[in-house]
């Protein structure tokens, strides 16, 4: 059984930072590529970044390139999200995700299995 469980999300001023950390487990981590989403209030859920499983190539969303980084460690099973210049529009919650594909893994689509999401507050 697949499951995915995000960590680190809180409350932060603007202007701060976060790690989330997202601990895979029943699956092939290194096979996977590994993504996160993110869902605000009232909107749909959104991509932020993806990490490929084997080269480690990296993908953002315009809006947080420069500010989040994606990485991974396939020894831990664990893929993480720097967050940088916290803005109150990055307020939301922070989902991981895990897919076979390495294609159009900056939609949904492909993600095969979700994690519980973690929530980020940015306040002003």
């Known amino acids: 059984q697949v499951q995915l469980v995000e960590s680190g999300g809180g409350l932060v001023q603007g202007g701060g930072s976060l790690r989330l950390s997202c601990a895979a487990s029943?699956?092939?981590?290194?096979?996977?590529?590994m993504g996160w989403f993110r869902q605000a209030p009232g909107k749909e859920r959104e991509f932020v970044a993806a990490?490929?499983?084997?080269?480690?190539?990296?993908y953002a969303a315009d809006s947080v390139k420069g500010r989040f980084t994606i990485s991974r460690d396939n020894a831990k099973n664990t893929v993480h999200l720097q967050m940088n210049s916290l803005k109150p529009e990055d307020t939301a919650i922070y989902y991981c995700?895990?897919?076979?594909?390495?294609?159009?893994?900056?939609?949904?689509?492909?993600?095969?299995?979700w994690g519980q999401g973690t929530q980020v507050t940015v306040s002003s």
């Open positions: 990490i490929k499983g084997s080269a480690g190539t990296t």
């Open positions: 029943g699956l092939t981590f290194s096979s996977y590529t």
């Open positions: 995700a895990a897919s076979r594909a390495t294609l159009f893994i900056t939609s949904q689509d492909p993600y095969n299995y």
